[in-house]
């Protein structure tokens, strides 16, 4: 069956037009015969639906469709309310439910939404658990609707919450980062209260930029999509670092005191070489064919193995779980410590690197010279037809020269994107003017032959 409506990190689309109220429900019900298990008396046998959601203005409408579907199919639905992404994976572990649902779009714009699922181990479902649910979105018929007696209900718990930022303390200890002062740009998104309430749980002194969501504002002009305010911020106020989150914050970007960004690849160095962030010795860390050259020179300088996985957070987990590797992230800021979270948690993030700057006494600036990132450029050329790639001779001729050219000093990357008519050409090199050189030149024959 050709998958229309999952993609790598669930159902998303224009809020009340590709993902309708609607859609919602049969979501959720599809969802709920798929993953739940019913009981028509007592409720201590019925399994629990853990649902969480940003700050978008479409989420109670769509949270509320979703808990409809579930109930539809006998499921109980414990509602958190606003809480990041990596809490809802966090808490249907640890309420013990049998799934737990995501209502986000993550750093998309306000006026999209979206659906995610967790399985009751708190990883995202497999591609064939997805397909089934799909199935019978497809065909209503086949899924299963609860008795009158079996109809689940919807509990609000707001206050689980807190039992994830009790979490992402214990991962660092109480005032562990005693005397270090942060920015957190919390997008207006769903970290507005778990972030500032966690880090200064921590020790940290803290300062929050973008914590007044009104549905409308999360991730315009703020976030780890746009980081300009946050590094002003933290140069005019002395801070030791900053740190931008996305609109769901499983993911986080850094700045350092002078306003520099630090991107995942950086943090990601840091936590391999730092030691920390897992119980097991990080000899081996995952990370996607888009990592910087700088980050895979800095881990072979280092001794650490990298496992280079496709793009995509769900790939880094899979890898990592597959390969029992404790650390891995990507480049936007997905960073994962297996031996804490199940998925990409930004605020969990954010305390290990400022743990280790605490343990270690050493500046963000300092930490990040682990690594010296090469100038990466990236064009994406419009195509007729993505799968007319492997068989292009004369662009694979074209790569073949150019890496000749760069040598060891650099590397060219093309891959198909994954959701539009595109092909993404990459080039890291040791100065942007070669950069720019080779992806244009590749981009060109590109366009020629299957533009």
């Known amino acids: 069956m050709k998958r229309r409506l999952f993609g790598t990190d669930g159902v998303r689309g224009s809020a009340n037009d590709a993902l309708t109220p609607g ?20 409720a201590s046998e019925r399994s629990k639906v853990l649902i969480g959601r940003d700050t978008r203005r479409s989420g109670t409408m769509i949270s509320a469709a979703l808990s409809a579907g579930l109930c ?31 209502v986000s779009a993550s750093h998309n714009p306000a006026s999209d939404n979206g659906i995610k699922f967790f399985g009751p181990d708190g990883y995202k479902l497999t591609d064939e658990v997805e397909a089934r649910i799909e199935s019978l979105v497809d065909d209503s018929s086949e899924a299963s609707v609860a008795r009158a007696d079996e109809i689940g209900t919807v509990i609000s718990a707001p206050v689980l919450a807190a039992i994830y930022e009790a979490h992402l303390v214990s991962t660092v200890g109480e005032g562990a980062l005693c005397g270090l002062k942060v920015i957190l740009d919390c997008a207006n998104g769903a970290a507005f209260e778990s972030a500032p309430h966690a880090f200064a749980a921590a020790g940290a002194t803290v300062d929050s930029l973008f914590d007044a969501p009104d549905g409308d504002n999360i991730n315009a002009g703020c976030g780890s999509t746009d980081t300009t305010q946050l590094q002003s911020a933290v140069v005019e106020a002395g801070a030791d670092l900053g740190l931008a989150f996305d609109g769901d914050a499983d993911r986080v970007l850094a700045v350092d005191a002078a306003g520099s960004v630090v991107d995942g690849d950086q943090i990601l160095a840091i936590a391999a070489t730092g030691g920390l962030g897992t119980d097991r010795a990080t000899s081996r860390v995952v990370a996607t064919v888009m990592a910087n050259l700088g980050f895979r020179k800095a881990m072979e300088a280092s001794g650490i193995e990298v496992l280079e996985c496709p793009v995509g957070d769900r790939y880094v987990i899979e890898t990592m779980r597959r390969e029992s590797v404790a650390l891995g992230g990507e480049q936007s800021g997905h960073i994962i410590f297996a031996d804490s979270s199940t998925t990409g948690d930004g605020l969990l993030t954010g305390l290990k690197l400022m743990e280790i700057m605490a343990k270690t006494g050493r500046s963000l600036k300092e930490l990040a010279s682990v690594m010296t990132r090469f100038p990466q450029v990236l064009i994406n050329v419009k195509v007729r037809d993505k799968s007319l790639l492997g068989e292009a001779e004369s662009v694979w001729s074209a790569v073949a020269e150019a890496e000749k050219s760069l040598g060891d000093q650099g590397r060219i990357l093309l891959r198909p994107s994954g959701t539009e008519p595109l092909v993404r050409v990459m080039v890291e090199a040791g100065d942007e003017e070669t950069a720019h050189q080779q992806a244009d030149r590749v981009a060109r024959v590109v366009a020629s032959e299957i533009g």
């Open 23 to 42: 859609l919602s429900v049969a979501l959720g019900r599809a969802a709920g015969s798929v993953l739940v298990r019913r009981s028509s008396r007592d």
């Open 72 to 102: 539809s199919a006998g499921a109980d639905v414990i509602d958190v309310g606003v809480v990041p992404t990596p809490g809802v994976a966090f808490l249907t572990v640890e309420q013990g439910a049998a799934a737990g649902a995501v």
